[in-house]
């Protein structure tokens, strides 16, 4: 069942560049929109999460842009580094549980 | 800080073996989760739970089942294990039923010769 598309699968950026990621989903019953952060060896970690009626929330360098009536937000890192090498995941929430995204790997070169 | 523990960060079973995966959360949370991950495929829930001796299917459940006798441990349990099975596993809890932050443990490498 595909209720959530995540998109690029991968994505190379160069340091202090801008790092985009997109997430598109179906269910109109998700309630809350958060990002997480994998790094290899590691468990997913929350980094960032908006509610429907909320536009855009910025923390720090990472800022999430939603659109509800496309039903799409995105995750935006700015003055990307390579400490954000890592692998993103869009997850709605909705109906108590997380549905993930397939991922983006995102590589940020020195 | 919470923690989730998983019992293992590799495990190599064969064909047919029951496997025990174990997760232990040390911030008295009320929900755990079990995860499979996959290469494309992001996350996928496979089994959660609410309570103790509460459980819920999730959305692959088929070939598991799991195992919640205390509040703080969640076990998944492989009765008959698959070669279609190995991946990696991530139990992960969180302190609310409707919030949308699950805390991760590190994760089990399964590989099922």
């Known amino acids: 069942q595909q209720q959530v598309k995540q998109s690029p699968q991968s994505l190379i950026v160069q340091k202090g560049g801008i790092s985009i990621i997109n997430c598109a989903y179906e269910?109109?019953?998700?309630?809350?929109f958060p990002w997480y952060q994998q790094f290899p060896g590691k468990g997913p970690a929350l980094l960032i999460a908006?509610?429907?009626?909320?536009s855009e929330k910025k923390e720090g360098r990472f800022t999430i842009s939603f659109n509800k009536s496309a039903k799409q937000f995105s995750l935006h890192i700015m003055d990307s580094q390579p400490g954000d090498s890592a692998t993103y995941f869009c997850?709605?929430?909705?109906?108590?549980?997380?549905?993930f995204g397939t991922g983006t790997r995102l590589l940020v070169s020195p | 800080d919470v923690k989730v523990t998983q019992s293992s960060r590799y495990l190599v079973k064969r064909t047919g073996e029951k496997v025990f995966l174990e997760c232990v959360q040390d911030?008295?949370?009320?929900?755990m989760f079990w995860y499979r991950q996959d290469p494309g495929l992001g996350l996928r829930l496979i089994y959660f739970?609410?309570?103790?001796?509460?459980?819920e299917k999730g959305d692959i459940p088929e070939g598991y089942s799991v195992s919640r006798e205390k509040k703080e441990r969640f076990s998944l349990i492989l009765e008959s294990a698959s070669t279609n099975q190995t991946s990696m596993y991530l139990c992960?809890?969180?302190?609310?039923?409707?919030?949308?932050?699950?805390?991760f443990g590190p994760g089990t490498r399964l590989t099922v010769l």
């Open positions: 739970s609410y309570d103790v001796k509460m459980k």
């Open positions: 992960a809890s969180s302190p609310t039923r409707t919030g949308y932050e699950q805390f």
């Open positions: 269910n109109t019953a998700f309630d809350y």
């Open positions: 997850a709605p929430t909705g109906f108590q549980k997380l549905v």
């Open positions: 908006i509610r429907p009626d909320v």
């Open positions: 911030m008295d949370h009320e929900n």
